[in-house]
């Protein structure tokens, strides 16, 4: 296997589209005939009240949640998304850093070549574990790790995949504020080039590393795009823009909270 | 330093209590013996006694691997194998409504008097609690981890080896502990329905005879062997599963 350019994807990474997803749960719609265009190559981030669908739409992107017949998820143009079935161009990242216990760091960063049955690339994992900053803890098993150092491991993993497309559900979140911004930049730096779609609940989060911003709210759910300050990415919290859309954002997403 | 010293204080005062009821009560020794008399018999039969301990012993291990294996490769039937769940689990339900007492009088009809009905006594006994908790734990990965494996396009077998078993693994652990705690009871039992070797054979046996001193060296050996068996069970797992969390928070303070 080749060395591949690790901040970059192979290939140019493909944009994800929906269109007229529904989906149910409990007999109530989350969200119905959706349509949702997320450019090629950027991180797009989803804004919005918990329980409003977020997680729910991002895990049917990834292929993991059945949705209602007549929808469609295209991703690059040709792949049709079957419903319950995963892609080979998706990594995924959850909230919590699903590390496997059992596995050191450096297996937990290799598992996905060991489920796929192929022979893990030991070198490029190092090398990933290394840019996390995490070089001394190949050997550490996960209990031994902070929630910082664990989820860590988890950009690492989803690196090591190597896919053109990442799916990101508050993967920050329940890290405290200084580890979210450094794991934020460095995310940000590793993952650019790739399509991104990052759930939050944060909006200085998406104010920082996304290109796009998205609002999700009511019942069923609606999506709105947000505006966004200019710069490249990830930007300065403290820059008098970004604060200014922060308050805009908080002002919407508390009026989306309002509403039944 | 106290880890060393607690068991044997604990036994020290178990004795000091026995020795106290033999006082107070004054009951002859063929009813209750005192410690001294029981370590004086167990001296003077100690061949016999090793020696029916070491059937007992053997009954106990084969039990424990037969059990162990069944119950595992149940667990992972059920896991794997949806008409298996429908079809398997009630049946393995119902199977504990039969009391495996009950069962022993066959058993020595069917396999004899020699050591395959024990083993088979006490494999049936340790089945349950390793297949149930391995069950359990094989059914309870964590959502999120099975959701992972599939975006890494595992299959549902990789998903269930790689994953699904390790994680289960302190609930296998779990279950054989439990396992290993009543095996004596399967081989004992199948002892006392029909034997000709073997601790219970051998308590029963004087028992008979009003050896009652015999009879508490017996069974005090059982139960020292069934402590060693459950010490040795317990401390393998603990080395098998090092990332498992040894101790309660509460504990680590200590």
Known sequence: ?260 | MMRVLRPVIIIAGLIFIWQIIVWLSGAPHFILPAPARVAEAWWAHHATILGHAGVTLLEIALGLLFGALLGASSALTLAYFRPARRWLLPVLVASQAVPVFALAPILVLWLGYGIASKVAMATLIIYFPVATNFYDGLRRTEPGWADLARTMGASRWTLLTRIRVPAALPALASGLRVATAVAPIGAVVGEWVGASAGLGYLMLHANARVQIDLMFAALLTLACFAVIIYFIVDTGLRRALPWQPDKLPAEQEE
């Open chain 1, 1 to 260: 296997m080749p060395q591949k350019t690790l901040s970059a994807s192979p290939q140019p990474a493909p944009g994800i589209s929906l269109s007229g997803v529904s989906l149910r749960y409990e007999g109530v719609y989350l969200f119905k005939e959706l349509d949702l265009c997320l450019p090629a190559g950027q991180c797009s981030a989803l804004l919005g009240p918990s329980g409003v669908g977020k997680s729910s739409l991002l895990r049917l992107i990834a292929g993991l949640q059945p949705f209602e017949p007549g929808g469609r998820v295209t991703i690059a143009e040709n792949e049709a998304q079957q419903t319950g079935k995963t892609s080979a161009n998706i990594a995924y990242m959850a909230q919590q850093d699903l590390l496997m216990p059992w596995l050191d760091a450096l297996g937990n960063v290799t598992l996905g070549a060991r489920l796929r049955h192929e022979r893990p690339d030991h070198a490029r994992a190092r090398d990933l574990l290394h840019q996390v900053g995490l070089t001394d803890y190949q050997h550490a098993l996960p209990a031994t790790l902070s929630g910082g150092m664990r989820q860590r491991v988890a950009l690492a993993r989803t690196l090591m995949e190597d896919r053109p497309i990442i799916l990101m559900d508050e993967p920050f979140s329940a890290l405290d504020a200084i580890t979210r911004l450094r794991l934020q930049e460095l995310a940000a730096k590793l993952l650019r080039g790739r399509t991104i779609l990052l759930v939050t609940h944060d909006p200085l989060e998406a104010l920082r590393i996304s290109q796009r911003i998205f609002i999700m709210a009511g019942r069923p759910a609606r999506l709105s795009e947000a505006t966004l300050p200019d710069g490249e990415t990830p930007r300065d919290p403290a820059d008098a823009a970004v604060l200014h859309h922060h308050a805009e954002l908080l002002r919407r997403l508390s009026t989306a909270d309002a509403q039944p």
